[in-house]
């Protein structure tokens, strides 16, 4: 054995792993900052658009087809609106990824040996996996996340390693998976 890790999973762990998938979408930082902003911003504005139309609409009391499809776009506005406000709600989805996560207060032990790791808890049980299903990995101050597909992850807190240091990790990683650990912003 080379290392192990035994944890239980907090809310905050959760938050990490979503500020990181969050990260990895958008790895162009002036990217980031500019959704940040304009996902707001431009939800605002549609949902303002929207509900002026459709409030326009309703005081002139006039009906007719091109009125109809008029409200349909209006309601398209008010729609594309919310889902860019719910979208720029980072701490939203952290706390809705939590409330969704099913795990919640189960201890789960990773160990790794030369040829593999593997993964355990009381539900699952034991499972084994090749160190070629990891494809990226990305570490951020409290984690270490091994990513075996783009929206699934292995995620080790650091503060949780009973045997081997977390330290020298990540060149392990490197050496038995061939992926680096890229740092999140």
Same mark, same amino acid.
């Given at each position: 054995? +080379?290392? %192990?890790? %035994?944890?239980?999973? %907090? %809310?905050?762990?959760?938050? &990490?792993?979503? *500020?990181?998938?969050?990260?990895?979408?958008?790895?162009?930082?002036?990217?980031?900052? &500019?959704? *940040?902003?304009?996902?707001?911003?431009?939800? =605002?504005?549609?949902?303002?658009?929207?509900?002026?139309?459709?409030?326009?609409? @309703?005081?002139?009391?006039?009906?007719?087809?091109?009125?109809?499809?008029?409200?349909?776009?209006?309601?398209?506005?008010?729609?594309?609106?919310? &889902?860019?406000?719910?979208?720029?709600?980072?701490?939203?989805? +952290?706390?809705?990824?939590?409330?969704?996560?099913?795990?919640?207060?189960?201890?789960?032990?990773?160990?790794?040996?030369?040829?593999?790791?593997?993964? +355990?808890?009381?539900?699952?049980?034991?499972?084994?996996?090749?160190?070629?299903?990891?494809?990226?990995?990305? +570490?951020?101050?409290?984690?270490? @996340?091994? =990513?075996?597909?783009?929206?699934? &992850?292995?995620?080790?807190?650091?503060?949780? =390693?009973?045997?081997?240091?977390?330290?020298? @990790?990540?060149? =392990?990683?490197?050496?038995?998976?061939?992926?680096?650990?890229?740092?999140?912003?």
């Amino acid at each position: 054995m +080379e290392y %192990q890790v %035994q944890m239980v999973y %907090q %809310q905050e762990d959760v938050a &990490a792993l979503v *500020k990181t998938l969050e990260f990895r979408r958008r790895p162009e930082k002036n990217l980031r900052m &500019a959704r *940040k902003i304009g996902y707001p911003v431009f939800g =605002f504005l549609l949902l303002l658009m929207g509900i002026s139309v459709v409030g326009g609409t @309703f005081t002139m009391g006039i009906f007719s087809p091109v009125t109809i499809l008029t409200l349909l776009v209006s309601l398209g506005c008010i729609l594309g609106g919310i &889902a860019l406000l719910r979208r720029a709600d980072t701490r939203g989805m +952290e706390k809705r990824s939590w409330e969704r996560y099913p795990n919640k207060g189960m201890t789960l032990t990773y160990t790794f040996y030369p040829d593999r790791f593997e993964e +355990e808890d009381e539900v699952s049980g034991l499972n084994s996996f090749e160190y070629l299903s990891i494809k990226s990995g990305n +570490e951020d101050g409290g984690h270490f @996340f091994l =990513f075996t597909g783009s929206n699934a &992850a292995h995620m080790l807190r650091k503060d949780s =390693f009973i045997h081997g240091d977390p330290a020298t @990790f990540a060149t =392990f990683m490197r050496k038995k998976a061939a992926v680096t650990m890229d740092s999140v912003e």
